[in-house]
T-cell receptor, first 112, second 113 residues
Framework: EADIYQTPRYLVIGTGKKITLECSQTMGHDKMYWYQQDPGMELHLIHYSYGVNSTEKGDLSSESTVSRIRTEHFPLTLESARPSHTSQYLC???????????FGDGTRLSIL | AQKITQTQPGMFVQEKEAVTLDCTYDTSDQSYGLFWYKQPSSGEMIFLIY??????QNATEGRYSLNFQKARKSANLVISASQLGDSAMYFC??????????FGKGTKLSVIP
């Protein structure tokens, strides 16, 4: 059973606010990922990390930033939220050897 | 070109019947992995089944099996004895070099009582 947690589950907030979406996992996985998904659409990778102090941008350009100071924690930050950031954000982690990615429940973000 | 193609935006299946969800992929790598995930309306992604490119046997996990045809570059998901709780979006994904996944656009499965 995968143990990966995302908070908040839902967030409705005004334009211009700074937002941090939290993601934590208790499995000791080195690899972590953030995906963005619009309703009914495919997932797009926006950031990933293969270990502490290692972060890379994914295929989809995003105005968000991430950090990886601890193995278990991979927060995503939007410095100034805009309506175009409205989406679902899914965090995932995986162990080495190419095993499946395990996902959190997601954060549904709505920017007014 | 799309790396993962799921040609069925929506599918209907009668309860207790089997259903096949199509997935074709495009890669020039010899080593790759194929995954299927289920996404209920609540939004979480649930891992279902995995097939490695060098696996000779089709993967099976309970009611889920993966029909892997390497020459055709297809990795179809077969769900046997459909249940109402199987109603969800289903995504096919591929891992090539590295650990990132590329997802298809998904198929929405509706199970009819």
């Amino acid at each position: 059973e995968a143990d990966i947690y995302q908070t908040p589950r839902y967030l409705v907030i005004g334009t211009g606010k700074k937002i941090t979406l939290e993601c934590s996992q208790t499995m000791g996985h080195d690899k972590m990922y953030w995906y963005q998904q619009d309703p009914g659409m495919e997932l797009h990778l926006i950031h990933y990390s293969y270990g502490v102090n290692s972060t890379e941008k994914g295929d989809l350009s995003s105005e968000s930033t991430v950090s990886r100071i601890r193995t278990e924690h991979f927060p995503l930050t939007l410095e100034s939220a805009r309506p175009s950031h409205t989406s679902q954000y899914l965090c995932a982690s995986s162990e080495g050897g190419g095993g499946p990615q395990h996902f959190g429940d997601g954060t549904r973000l709505s920017i007014l | 070109a799309q790396k993962i193609t799921q040609t069925q935006p929506g599918m209907f299946v009668q309860e207790k019947e089997a259903v096949t969800l199509d997935c074709t992929y495009d890669t020039s790598d010899q080593s790759y992995g194929l995954f299927w995930y289920k996404q209920p309306s609540s939004g979480e992604m649930i891992f279902l089944i995995y097939q490695g490119s060098y696996d000779e046997q089709n993967a099976t996990e309970g009611r889920y099996s993966l029909n892997f045809q390497k020459a055709r570059k297809s990795a179809n998901l077969v769900i046997s004895a459909s249940q109402l709780g199987d109603s969800a979006m289903y995504f096919c994904a591929m891992r090539e070099l590295g650990y990132q996944l590329t997802f298809g656009k998904g198929t929405k499965l509706s199970v009819i009582p």
